[in-house]
Antibody
Framework: EVQLVESGGGLVQPGGSLRLSCAAS????????MSWIRQAPGKGLEWVAN????????YYVDSVRGRFTISRDNTKNSLDLQMNSLRPEDTAVYYC??????WGQGILVTVSS | QSVLTQAPSASGTPGQRVTISCSGS????????VYWFQQLPKMAPKLLIY???QRPSGVPDRISGSKSGTSASLAISGLRSEDEADYYC???????????FGGGTKLTVL
């Protein structure tokens, strides 16, 4: 059974940093692209970033490029999202997603003073 | 403003057939496969349709997807109360080098 478990969320002040992690199990992690997708309170889904199977390619939505960094460790079956210079508009539930077919339960990030 | 356009709401009565549409452009739906997701209240999204019209195991065949040109549709027949949820379409966008979503359609079963 595919399992994706996010951690690292919480409350952070504007301008601050936070690192999200996703622990993957139940499948061959290194064989799949992985993504972070977020959902602001009461809003729709927004793709944030994705990373190729071997980590050699990374893509970002314009609003986070230069502030967020996606990375993965295929030896530990883990996916990370380093978020810097956080803004109130980054407040959302962040989902770890495998190839669009499997989603974690999500983790809340709140950016507020 | 979402790159893919969906009507904000749709409704139907039990047993009816409902269609949800998703409109895009040549750089996304016109060039890439469409995916559909169902999100029940307070839950993570669930994949309903991939590659335009393919159902993952466990998704009933009363749910179907189609694509034509720069538009796609999700059809749900034999509507049930448990189908009441938000539905999202998504596709890759070659111009943006990104995945893009529709704004979502809230389906109400009357």
């Amino acid at each position: 059974e595919v399992q994706l478990v996010e951690s690292g969320g919480g409350l952070v002040q504007p301008g601050g940093s936070l690192r999200l992690s996703c622990a993957a199990s139940g499948f061959s992690f290194s064989s799949h692209w992985m993504s972070w997708i977020r959902q602001a309170p009461g809003k729709g889904l927004e793709w944030v970033a994705n990373i190729k199977k071997d980590g050699s390619e990374k893509y970002y939505v314009d609003s986070v490029r230069g502030r967020f960094t996606i990375s993965r460790d295929n030896t530990k079956n883990s996916l990370d999202l380093q978020m810097n210079s956080l803004r109130p508009e980054d407040t959302a539930v962040y989902y770890c997603v495998r190839e669009m077919d499997s989603w974690g339960q999500g983790i809340l990030v709140t950016v507020s003073s | 403003q979402s790159v893919l356009t969906q009507a904000p709401s749709a409704s139907g009565t039990p047993g009816q057939r409902v269609t949800i549409s998703c409109s895009g452009s040549s750089s996304n739906i016109g060039s890439y496969d469409v995916y559909w997701f169902q999100q029940l209240p307070k839950m993570a999204p669930k994949l309903l349709i991939y590659r335009n019209n393919q159902r993952p195991s466990g998704v009933p065949d009363r749910i179907s997807g189609s694509k034509s040109g720069t538009s796609a549709s999700l059809a749900i027949s034999g509507l049930r109360s448990e189908d009441e949820a938000d539905y999202y379409c998504a596709a890759q966008d070659g111009s943006l080098s990104a995945w893009v979503f529709g704004g979502g359609t809230k389906l109400t079963v009357l």
